[in-house]
């Protein structure tokens, strides 16, 4: 994975459908690096607010948002001679979303950009395989984008890299061309299958790191937690196709580290509140926006059912989920079925003593315990 040396995509007309912290925060860095921005919100009142007021105060609170960034809530106006089109809706509702607006959007031939982390509750499809079926469209006009990007740290303009995926080089180059300015940058592969599911199954990580952390566990066991985490997340997603190295890169790793450790994370956030007692649809109550690793539980355990892959940290989450494991009791890092002594895997299905996942454990560590705490995200 190598970020592209090419000339950025300044003056890029680009339509952001959805108006949430990360929709607006990757409005943001799309204007920031020259691209006219237009965002579809589907509440009136936000639509005027980014417009007029140029603030998000109820998802982005302090955050000035450029002067170039025009917002509405008709999106045919959004969608107007938009030469990218990116959509950040909640993923359980992208279906519906893509039905409504289907007429619009395959009536262009314009890329369209996934900024979401989910998988479909109904069907375990990812996002770009939902986008493909629902609009009929060539998979080479889809593309992803992922890394550790939390969202109110990335609107606050502190420096951070993403990962841009596609089945076509030339739809990823394009738009990591356009997403890129000062303190963001975009890296590309083509791997969309392992760039989507980081994003998902380290959702699903940062709940059980936020249920010991509501519990009152300690770094040992995060640490322990996050480690066989990736492993669980790299055995997943190459038995589903996805490059083992995509899993070491800012898709996942990345933005494992990110997610997990940061309180204000969604996924951390209710996983916390389960740790701390309470349950399923209290966490729900009080979540302000969409974790969208509490959906996604369900769907991932049936694909690693079918792909023949043991999951024990998403199986213990989804126990404390439905009420039954005491979250006290959570520790997957400790799951045997013998007392037989075992290789510490590292990597899909081998056993290694070294290498470059181990490197980038160390250095990812060394910045978990003594690098700050993040802010606000996936």
């Known amino acids: 994975m190598t970020p592209r040396r090419t000339t950025a995509g300044a003056g890029t007309r680009t339509a952001i459908i959805g108006a949430g912290s990360w929709g607006t925060t990757f409005g943001k860095v799309l204007a920031d690096g020259g691209a006219q921005v237009t965002m579809w ?9 980014i417009s007029e007021a140029k603030r998000n105060s109820k998802y982005l609170p302090g955050v000035n948002l450029p002067r ?33 607006f289907r007429a619009l959007l395959t009536s262009t031939n314009a890329p369209i950009i996934s900024l979401m982390k989910g998988v479909e509750r109904s069907t375990g499809l990812r996002m770009s395989q939902v986008i493909e079926q629902e609009l009929e469209c060539d998979p080479m006009r889809v593309a992803v984008a992922s890394g550790p990007n939390l969202a109110l740290e990335i609107a606050r303009e502190q420096p951070t890299a993403a990962v841009i995926a596609s ?34 199954l380290k959702n699903l990580i940062a709940v059980a790191i936020g249920i010991v952390d509501g519990v009152g566990y300690g770094e040992n ?34 933005d494992l580290i990110a997610t997990c450790q940061s309180p204000l994370s969604r996924n951390n956030t209710a996983g916390r509140l389960l740790g701390q007692g309470y349950g399923f649809q209290d966490v729900v ?9 509490l959906a996604s539980v ?27 494991m005491d979250p006290r009791r ?6 045997t079925d013998d007392d037989t002594p075992q290789e510490e ?5 081998a056993a290694d003593g070294g290498g470059a996942l181990r490197r980038a454990f160390q250095r990812a560590f060394d910045q978990f315990r003594n690098g700050g705490r993040g802010a606000g995200g996936h």
Do not use: W
């Open 298 to 324: 369900t769907p991932i355990l049936q694909l690693a059912h079918e792909s023949d892959v043991h999951m024990p940290i998403v199986e213990q989450v989804k126990m404390v989920l439905d009420g039954r």
């Open 330 to 335: 959570i520790a997957p890092h400790l799951t």
């Open 345 to 349: 895997r590292t990597n899909h299905g």
């Open 167 to 200: 089945r076509s080089q030339e739809t990823a180059d394009a738009v990591a061309r356009t997403a890129r300015n000062h303190y963001f940058r975009s890296f590309v592969n083509t791997d969309v299958i392992g760039t989507e599911f980081g994003g998902v």
């Open 68 to 100: 170039t960034i025009a917002a509405t809530h008709e999106i045919e106006r959004a969608l107007d001679g938009a030469e990218q089109i990116y959509l950040s809706v909640p993923s359980q509702t992208l279906r519906d979303n893509l039905k409504t």
């Open 221 to 254: 066991t995060k640490a322990s937690i996050i480690t066989r985490g990736l492993v669980e997340m790299t055995d997943f997603a190459v038995a589903n196709g996805a490059r083992q190295e995509t899993l070491q890169g800012l898709a996942g790793l990345g």
């Open 285 to 293: 109550k009080q979540m302000n926006q969409t974790a969208e690793g």
């Open 41 to 49: 919100a589907r509440r009136p009142e936000l639509a005027q607010e």
